[in-house]
């Protein structure tokens, strides 16, 4: 008798990107609908604030495959190994409310740690505001720009994980504090399905439960209620970390009194 698997082949394909595996795992309305797929740019998030000029639909993807000047947050470099990494940005043209701005990079951090269970059976976990982590390290990071023009606010929303990386392809300064889901689980995941399974949550949560993110947040949150180290505007404070507030602000106890933070980096 033969036995027919439901479950999608996660294996790497081990070569280059395919769109059209994407396009066939997706069951968006608007995000990922037109892909623009670069073997090798500088960073996907200038090449997504390009499409603003050239009127592309809102929800367009840039994917690459390697990243010369990848961009991190707070003006670090995002290394990626080409092939193995999934480094890409998408355009939100919408009006989005100034207010929900500080919620997207939670939203985009839930869609990713649902998106990435989904196809791999692995919890990642979220440390404030939005990186990805898997065993205390980090194996992926978000960065959102936003720019107001005539009250209207134009977002890219761009996102680096490591997927199929081993431990030779992780640089040597992040050794001990980045992995990858290939490092965490020893095995090797599709790309492709696993980028269309962050985009259908993501669209999922962005048009409808803009209410559920904040407990979703925390619900993934690895150091809720934990002693930390935080970095804010040039000062280090001990402190306790206490949630997020509605705007996605960090709740820090420190000396006793709990203070909110709009930026700033949580030290475990
Ligand atoms: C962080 O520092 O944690 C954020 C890293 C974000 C990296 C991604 S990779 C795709 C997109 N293009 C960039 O240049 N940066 C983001």
Redesign the pocket.
């Given at each position: 008798m033969k036995h027919f698997s439901i479950l999608p082949n996660l294996k790497n394909n081990c070569g280059m990107f395919s769109v059209k595996q994407l396009q066939a795992g997706l069951n968006t309305e608007f995000l990922g609908r037109e892909v623009k797929y670069l073997e090798k740019t500088?960073?996907?998030?200038?090449d997504a604030w390009e499409c603003f000029q050239t009127q592309k639909p809102e929800g367009t993807l840039i994917i690459?495959d390697h990243?010369d000047?990848?961009?991190?947050?707070?003006q670090?470099k995002?290394y990626?190994s080409e092939g193995k990494s999934l480094?890409?940005?998408f355009m939100l043209q919408s009006k989005i409310a100034l207010e929900k701005l500080g919620i997207l990079p939670l939203l985009t951090g839930v869609s990713i740690v649902k998106g990435i269970y989904n196809m791999s059976n692995i919890l990642l976990g979220l440390k404030w505001p939005?990186?990805i982590m898997v065993s205390r390290k980090?194996m992926?990071?978000?960065?959102i720009e936003s720019r107001t023009v005539k009250q209207e606010h134009s977002v890219v929303v761009?996102?680096?994980l490591n997927i199929n990386e081993s431990e030779d392809d992780i640089q040597d300064e992040l050794q001990g504090q980045a992995t990858s889901l290939h490092i965490e689980s020893g095995e090797e995941f599709s790309r492709e399905l696993i980028l269309s399974s962050i985009l259908n949550e993501f669209e999922k949560l962005y048009l409808n439960f803009w209410y559920d993110i904040i407990p979703l947040w925390l619900e993934y949150c690895i150091h809720e209620n934990d002693k930390i180290t935080f970095h804010s505007n040039n000062k280090i404070h001990q402190g306790t970390f206490r949630g997020i507030t509605e705007t996605g602000h960090a709740k820090i106890q420190i000396n006793g009194k709990t203070e909110t933070f709009s930026a700033g980096m949580v030290t475990l």
């Open positions: 500088f960073s996907t998030n200038v690459a990243q000047k990848g961009r991190g947050r707070r670090s995002w990626s480094t890409f940005s939005n990186d980090k992926g990071g978000i960065l761009g996102i680096g």
